[in-house]
Nanobody, 115 residues
Framework: QVQVVESGGGLVQPGGSLRLSCAASGSIASIYAMGWYRQAPGKQREWVAIKITGGTTNYADSVKGRFTISRDNAKKTVYLQMNSLKPEDTGVYYC?????????WGQGTQVTVSS
């Protein structure tokens, strides 16, 4: 099973931007939909964004208009561009298939939005 490594998180002020990357150990070309998920402190993991092979994207209402998901199958990488960050975006961000389960969960990357 393919493993992933998420990176790009950090501490950012409200209104700032981050670009997350998810590098897979093997091909993701055959995975119809890839997604980003996040887990805030004390909450369950939730989906944030989905990218379907062929172009279709879908976003949680809370991030719509601020986040952009993309995937590069040749580089075996999925990205999440996050703009206009809010404190409620704080959490650990993960990537996996959508629905999840076709890839091993990685360690995630911590995003903290705070002034």
């Amino acid at each position: 099973q393919v493993q992933v490594v998420e990176s790009g998180g950090g501490l950012v002020q409200p209104g700032g931007s981050l670009r997350l990357s998810c590098a897979a150990s093997g091909s993701i070309a055959s995975i119809y939909a890839m997604g980003w998920y996040r887990q805030a402190p004390g909450k369950q993991r939730e989906w944030v964004a989905i990218k379907i092979t062929g172009g279709t994207t879908n976003y949680a209402d809370s991030v719509k208009g601020r986040f952009t998901i993309s995937r590069d199958n040749a580089k075996k990488t999925v990205y999440l561009q996050m703009n206009s960050l809010k404190p409620e975006d704080t959490g650990v961000y993960y990537c996996n298939s959508a629905p999840p389960g076709r890839l091993y969960w990685g360690q995630g990357t911590q995003v903290t939005v705070s002034s």
